[in-house]
T-cell receptor, first 112, second 118 residues
Framework: GQNIDQPTEMTATEGAIVQINCTYQTSGFNGLFWYQQHAGEAPTFLSYNVLDGLEEKGRFSSFLSRSKGYSYLLLKELQMKDSASYLCAVRPFTGGGNKLTFGTGTQLKVEL | DARVTQTPRHKVTEMGQEVTMRCQPILGHNTVFWYRQTMMQGLELLAYFRNRAPLDDSGMPKDRFSAEMPDATLATLKIQPSEPRDSAVYFC????????????????FGPGTRLTVL
């Protein structure tokens, strides 16, 4: 089976840096995704990691360690608009499988 | 810009009624997903299609739910009869799977249909 854990809530200050962690246990591994979801809106794709290491995209970076079953999303220079839920999702199968399993999300609140 | 569209955006219905949700995937995408999101369960995959063929619908209650792709520009999710426990936001997502990337595709989500069954 699959199990994905993320903190339920986090609070950070505008302009600061925040790290959102995700740990997973899956039967096989074929990629980890991060999505951002504002209240009442659709999830928006942020990043994808399939190899170990750091992927950087502007203010957002995502890190993966497959041996540890661990990923984090790093948000720099936080802005008020970054207040949202951040979803970690794992694709457990190879060979064309697309059954992303999502964590329950981390609700990030950015304060002044 | 290219987006997944879904109709209706909101639906309130009474228990026992049929509900049909529609999705237009991004033009050129060959993979379509149906997800359901609730506070308790989060995002759950109900079914997905590749080139209009159903590949996996194991997440879907078979007795009342059905998903189809009548053509490449339309996917439907039907609930008959609906029950209060079906109240959720239903998201359609689409992606492009290529032969060069057999590991799969990145789903891009539509705005969702918020369903309330009374």
């Amino acid at each position: 089976g699959q199990n994905i854990d993320q903190p339920t809530e986090m609070t950070a200050t505008e302009g600061a840096i925040v790290q959102i962690n995700c740990t997973y246990q899956t039967s096989g591994f074929n990629g980890l995704f991060w999505y951002q979801q504002h209240a009442g809106e659709a999830p928006t794709f942020l990043s994808y990691n399939v190899l170990d290491g750091l992927e950087e995209k502007g203010r957002f970076s995502s890190f993966l360690s497959r041996s540890k079953g661990y990923s984090y999303l790093l948000l720099k220079e936080l802005q008020m608009k970054d207040s949202a839920s951040y979803l970690c999702a794992v694709r457990p199968f190879t060979g064309g499988g697309n059954k992303l399993t999502f964590g329950t999300g981390t609700q990030l609140k950015v304060e002044l | 810009d290219a987006r997944v569209t879904q109709t209706p955006r909101h639906k309130v219905t009474e228990m026992g009624q049929e509900v049909t949700m529609r999705c237009q995937p991004i033009l050129g995408h060959n993979t379509v997903f149906w997800y359901r999101q609730t506070m308790m369960q989060g995002l759950e995959l109900l079914a997905y299609f590749r080139n209009r063929a159903p590949l996996d619908d194991s997440g879907m209650p078979k007795d009342r739910f059905s998903a189809e792709m009548p053509d490449a520009t339309l996917a439907t999710l039907k609930i008959q009869p609906s029950e209060p426990r079906d109240s959720a936001v239903y998201f359609c997502a689409s992606g492009l799977a290529r032969q060069a990337t057999p590991q799969g595709t990145t789903p891009f989500f539509g705005p969702g249909t918020r369903l309330t069954v009374l």
